[in-house]
C-alpha cells in the first residue's frame, strides 16, 4: 500500500465555457474538503448539488460534488469529484480554493501513480490508462481498453507462473549434487523450458500487434528517385502532401504523414530518392532515408516493372523483423494487371498511385500488418513491453544451453531468475523508482 499522507488535486477536464469542467482530489483530506465545500459530510457515491464558495462566501460556481471513499476508488485513496461550468476561470479558482483546504497541486499522472502504487492498478494497466487516452485510432483505443481491463496482465502472470514452475523444477534438481542421478537430465525439464518458449513467442507476437496498435505502424517508403512514392503517400493520405513533379531528386527530406485507414493509425515517411549524388542537400536527404529504414516496422519499396529485380538490393542489410514490401508502380504505363504474389518472403503488388487501381490490395495488407483483424483478445502494448520480453526471450535461450550443452544447473537457475525479474518488470513486480518516475511523467495532468 501507498505510505500518501498528503491530498492531490487536479483539473481532470476543461472543455469550454459551454461545456463542464471537473476537477478531482485524492487522499486522507477529502473527507474533510468535501463538508467544508457542501456544509456537511456527503452521502458516498451520491450526486450532491452544490454551491461552491471561497474563504469568503462568495460563490464560486454552482455544480455536483461526489464523493468516493477508499478504498472503492480509482486511486484506492479518499476520492473527491467536482462538476462545474467548463470555464477555465472558474475550474481555476475552484482548485485554487480546494488547496487553500489543504490539497495541493497533482503532478502528472499522479491520480493513477496512487493507484498502482495502491493496488488498484499494475503498471501495464496504469499505462494503458494513457494509452486510451492519447489512442489515435478505434483499434489503439479498443487495445488500450482491453489492456486497462487487464487482457495483457494476464497473459503476462500466466507466463510468469510457468517460468516460476520451472525455476522450481530447476532448483530443485540443483539442490541434490551428491545424488549419483542427473536430476538436470530429466526431460521434464526440457519439455517444460521448450514450452514456455512456445508460450514466450507467441506473447512476444502479440504484444508486437499491440505496439503496432498503440503508436501505429510505421512505414518507410523507399525507392530510387521518380518511382512514385511521393505520388503513393499523397494517394495513401488523401491530401497533396507531398511535392510531385518529372524532376528527379524533389523530395529531399523525410515527409512524415499520420495516415488512419478504417480506425488503423499509420505513419508513413516519404524519403528521398535512394542513390549516388553529387548535390549535397539531396545527399543529406540520402542519408536520412537510410536511417528511416533502421527505424521502420515496415519498408516499401516502390519500383516499376523494368527496374524491380535491380532494386531488390535496396531492401538489404534491414533489421531483423523488418517487413519488407515490393510495389511495382505505374502498372498504367505498361500492359500489366494487378495482382500480388509472395516471392523469397517478400509481398510484391501491382499498382498505379496516378489512377488508384491496386491501392486497394496495398491498404488491406498494411492495415493487417498494422494489427486490424488480430482478434478481439488484442492488446496494446509499449515498446518497453516488447524489449522486457524479448529480454527474457534471451535469458530462455542462454537457459537452454546451459541445459542442453554443459547441464550447468547453477548457470541456467540465474537465467530464469534474471528472465522472472525481466518479465516482472513489464506489470510492475520489479520496478526501480527512475522507471515509474519516467512512465507517470509522460502522463497528462488531472490522471
Sequence with gaps: MSQNTDTIA?????????????????????????????????????????????AQGEAIDHGLLLHFPAPASYTGEHVLELQGHGS????????????????????????????????????????AVADLIAARSQAGARAALRSMEGVF???????????????????????FPEEEIDFLADPAIAEQLAALRVQLDGLLREAQRGLRLNDGLRVAIVGRPNAGKSSLLNALSGSERAIVTSIAGTTRDVLRESVSLDGVALELADTAGLRETEDEVEREGVRRAHGELQRADAVLLVTDAVHAEADLALLEHLPAGTERLVLVNKIDLADVAQHAEIRGGIRWLWASAKTGEGLDALRDHLKQLAGAGSGEGAFSARR?????????????????????????????????????????????????????????GSFCIGK
Design 153 to 175: 496482465s494476464r497473459k503476462v502472470d500466466a507466463l510468469l507462473q510457468s517460468l516460476i514452475a520451472l525455476r522450481v523444477h530447476v532448483e530443485a534438481a540443483i539442490d
Design 88 to 127: 477555465a476561470v472558474l475550474l481555476d479558482a475552484l482548485l485554487r480554493r480546494v488547496c487553500e483546504l489543504g490539497a495541493r497541486l497533482a503532478r502528472p499522472g499522479e491520480f493513477t501513480e496512487r493507484a498502482f502504487l495502491n493496488g488498484k492498478l499494475d503498471l501495464a494497466q496504469a499505462e
Design 384 to 440: 518497453r513491453h516488447v524489449l522486457a520480453l524479448e529480454t527474457v526471450r534471451g535469458h530462455l535461450d542462454r537457459t537452454a544451453h546451459a541445459l542442453a550443452a554443459t547441464r550447468a544447473g547453477e548457470l541456467a537457475a540465474e537465467e530464469l531468475r534474471q528472465a522472472q525479474q525481466a518479465l516482472g518488470e513489464i506489470t510492475g513486480n520489479y520496478t526501480s523508482d527512475d522507471l515509474l518516475g519516467a512512465i507517470f
Design 10 to 54: 487536479a483539473i481532470a477536464s476543461a472543455p469550454g465555457a459551454a461545456g463542464v469542467g471537473v476537477l478531482r482530489a485524492s487522499g486522507p483530506l477529502v473527507p474533510a474538503i468535501a463538508q467544508a465545500l457542501l456544509g456537511r459530510a456527503p452521502r458516498p457515491r451520491h450526486a450532491h448539488f452544490a454551491s461552491f464558495r471561497d
